[in-house]
């Protein structure tokens, strides 16, 4: 398969940074505070590769920095260093030299995103259709009636009910909110989609739902995925490998079977154990 994203030695560090942070900070270190200088070590020298429609896996707690991996490739926050190279119909970009606008383009374009929180993800003062409207006005959809013919058509692929797409997003509860939030992330059929620990908070069967219907949608569309959450259930079921982080490092990486079967560093096992 064709390679769609390379990432080196991405690094992103709160603070002024010092030489002794790599060496203060870590799972070694059992932190992510340099005691030293007070910085706050999010992410150090992340390297991997993902092919075109692949899902990779980022596991980790909280503060592990699976979500902030996920802020620099998606442009909502600066890396300290580090670089991320987007491959697309024979073209490359230079992910972190991109100007601004470069970057809105690919973020409106080629790259989408479904957050944890709906309110993140989704304009609240607009329909559900209107959600998806947006999205494909980024994206340089000017028909009225193609934009609504094509919002009808994803949310029905997400089983979201059509004759609800005129209602504000506050009308429908948390899988449903989830379910226009995806929508709205496949309306332009991006290549690469970020998901943020998208099943959180809601209940067992809307988990299953939405992964199920998240897997059917990748599966049709061929989209690459980059999947962040600490629940080994969602990793299990959409991710083909898998990187296990810890305090801002990659601790394991590997086929996700292999890994949930036979995990080999410490840390790993322990979230493996804690899930049985």
């Known amino acids: 398969m064709n390679k769609i994203l390379e990432v080196r030695q991405l690094t992103k560090i709160y603070g002024s940074g010092c030489s002794r942070c790599p060496v203060t900070t870590g799972p070694q270190a059992n932190t992510n505070i340099c005691s030293d200088c007070g910085s706050l070590v ?53 992910l972190f030299a991109l100007n601004a606008a470069k970057q809105r383009w690919l973020r409106n374009h080629k790259f989408s995103i479904v957050y944890q929180n709906p309110h993140l993800g989704l304009n609240f003062r607009v329909s559900a259709g209107g959600n998806i409207a947006e999205r494909l006005l980024m994206s340089d959809w000017s028909s009225y009636s193609e934009i609504r013919d094509r919002a009808q058509t994803i949310l029905a692929h997400t089983e979201f009910l059509t004759e609800r797409m005129d209602e504000l997003p506050n009308n429908f509860s948390g899988g449903m909110q989830q379910r226009v939030q995806i929508a709205r992330a496949l309306a332009t059929k991006p290549p690469l989609l970020f998901l943020d620990e998208v099943t959180t908070g809601l209940d067992l069967s809307v988990q299953a739902k939405i992964l199920d219907l998240i897997l059917q949608l990748q599966q049709e569309l061929h989209i690459a995925m980059i999947v962040v959450t600490h629940d080994l259930g969602v990793i299990r079921l959409l991710a083909a490998r898998t990187l296990v982080m810890k305090y801002g490092r990659i601790v394991e990486a590997g086929l996700t079977d292999q890994i949930l079967e036979d995990p080999q560093h410490a840390y790993t096992q322990q979230l493996v154990a804690s899930a049985l």
């Open 42 to 94: 999010a992410a150090l020298n992340i390297s991997f590769d993902l092919s075109q429609g692949e899902i990779l896996g980022i596991m980790g707690e909280s503060g592990s920095g699976k979500s902030t991996l996920v802020k620099l490739l998606f442009f909502d926050q600066i890396p300290t260093s580090g670089n991320a190279k987007f491959f697309n119909a024979e073209k490359t970009y230079d």
